[in-house]
């Protein structure tokens, strides 16, 4: 409707009538609006000129967690849970295991380890989902892994596709809806244009697709991938095999993937006589990265001689032969190798014990109370990454969670130290105090060696925070925060 001026006053005509009484549907018109915004100026005070209104999802008790083991042949699954039935509101807590199609229920002993044949699946809810570990083991040689957890996005480094060097991808979708994955290929010589089977993999519920790179991307070079989930959830682990021609047998090692690229990045668990040893770095940036390696010890952080810094392509691989230097009287007493760039990287170390191949990979910081299961005797704990001087207890545990050992030992910037494992331990409790720590079981027997990270347990969960977006003038508006994280 066209609004007219307004008409000035005739003789004698009271003011009043222009500003008289409104009517009630001109009140609403015009209160609503105004308590509205008034609301929800009064509830978020962050919404205004100086910021969208975001705000951080809230923590709440967990009451389900699922972790996916990759497929393997003998060995078995070792399962733990650190649960405190206070943080899962007193509910009553259940692990089950997923074999094949069969789902098994798991009886947990509080502080142990419990053994399973094989499993392909593990969830836990109520109170035995929040801090629940699982890890896989077998053969051929020896190779370990932690059942990982879905997530949004993985980086795997370093694997193959060629005669020699062969890896699996397996994608395991824990949902009863399909899920789909976007899978990005890196090689020496810059990304790879991949076929179809890699442009975009879809994986029907309750399902584990396999790909064999070998027959999706034939290349003799260094491979590193990068998986992430479009749609649903999914789990991703890589079987690394290792098969010389004329000179062995096939040996096989899990490769865990690294959740995303960094400028630092610690690769623990080194053990003595390592055979054709090599790590391989790949530069996600879109710039060229100085990389230059440095061995850890549990004296010192140093950079040897003969290990010159070396410039690595953007969305490129390269790999560094480390046979001379470890091969050397320098590198007596190493236990990790410190890997750092000028542009956000990914790592890994491989190389063969005994003929078995070994594999390790970048661990996130651990800050609170973290377990990891041991399968075997003679296993070491190492430490390392720490950012401040600190101490960590560890605490090992036998079969029926009786305390076996307990000590502290001391962490510092730059240093690494390595903790062995008393025999009849089969899980250890690992508490950091003071700093955040990374670490890894490493584990060595007459088949190979093995090496396990430690990570964060997840506690609680995370409900994103939902509600009616408001556009505050002059400001764009703010991409939906509504999705969930992934993980």
Excluded at 70 to 79: A, E, R, S, Y
Aim: hydrophobic share 40%.
């Amino acid at each position: 409707m066209r609004a007219h001026p307004p008409r000035e006053p005739g003789e004698g005509e009271e003011v009043t009538r222009r500003v008289g009484r409104p009517s009630a549907l001109a009140v609403v018109a015009v209160v609503a609006p105004l308590l509205t915004v008034g609301a929800a100026l009064l509830t978020d005070t962050r919404v205004g000129p100086d910021g969208p209104g975001d705000r951080a999802p809230e923590e709440v008790a967990l009451t389900s967690a699922t972790l996916v083991c990759p497929t393997g042949q003998g060995g078995g699954v070792l399962v733990a849970s650190d649960a405190d039935p206070d943080v899962a509101g007193g509910s009553e807590g259940r692990v089950t295991a997923l074999v094949g199609k069969e789902e098994r229920e798991v009886e947990l002993v509080p502080g142990a380890a419990t053994r399973l044949d094989d499993a392909d699946e593990v969830a836990g809810s109520g109170s035995s989902a929040p801090g629940l570990v699982a890890q896989r083991y077998g053969g051929p040689g020896l190779r370990a892994v932690d059942c990982p957890a879905t997530s949004s996005d993985q980086w795997f480094t370093g694997v193959g596709a060629g005669a020699e060097h062969r890896s699996v991808l397996e994608l395991h979708n824990p949902d009863e809806g399909p899920a789909t994955a976007t899978i990005t290929v890196l090689g020496q010589s810059g990304p790879v244009g991949a076929g179809g089977e890699l442009r975009g993999v879809s994986v029907a519920g309750g399902a584990t697709t396999r790909i064999e790179l070998g027959s999706a991307i034939p290349k003799r070079e260094e491979l590193t991938l990068r998986v992430t989930t479009d749609r649903g959830r999914l789990a991703a682990t890589v079987i690394d095999s290792s098969v010389p021609v004329g000179r062995g047998e096939t040996t096989k090692e899990y490769l865990a993937g690294q959740r995303e690229p960094a400028t630092s990045q610690l690769l623990l668990g080194l053990p003595a006589h390592v055979e054709e040893p090599a790590v391989v770095v790949a530069n996600t940036s879109d710039s060229a990265a100085r990389v230059s390696l440095r061995l850890v010890t549990a004296e010192s952080t140093f950079a040897p001689t003969g290990l010159e810094e070396v410039l690595v392509d953007p969305q490129s691989v390269r790999r560094f032969s480390l046979r001379q230097v470890l091969g050397s009287d320098v590198a007596e007493g190493v236990l990790g190798i410190e890997v750092v760039s000028s542009q956000p990287t990914t790592a890994s170390f491989r190389g063969r014990v005994d003929g078995d191949l070994l594999t390790v990979v970048p661990q996130g910081p651990v800050v609170t109370a973290t377990l990891v299961p041991v399968p075997l005797p003679g296993a070491r704990l190492v430490l390392g990454g720490a950012e401040a001087l600190g101490t960590v207890t560890v605490l090992a545990l036998d079969e029926r969670g009786r305390e076996v050992d307990e000590r502290v030992v001391e962490v510092g910037p730059d240093l690494a130290v390595e903790v062995p494992v008393p025999d009849g331990a089969t899980l250890l409790r690992v508490v950091p105090r003071g700093t955040a720590v990374q670490g890894v079981l490493r584990l060595r027997s007459g088949a190979g060696a093995a090496v396990v990270g430690l990570r964060e347990l997840v506690r609680v969960g995370l409900v994103p925070d939902v509600r009616p977006g408001l556009v505050v003038p002059g400001q764009p508006r703010q991409p939906d925060q509504s999705g969930s994280s992934g993980e």
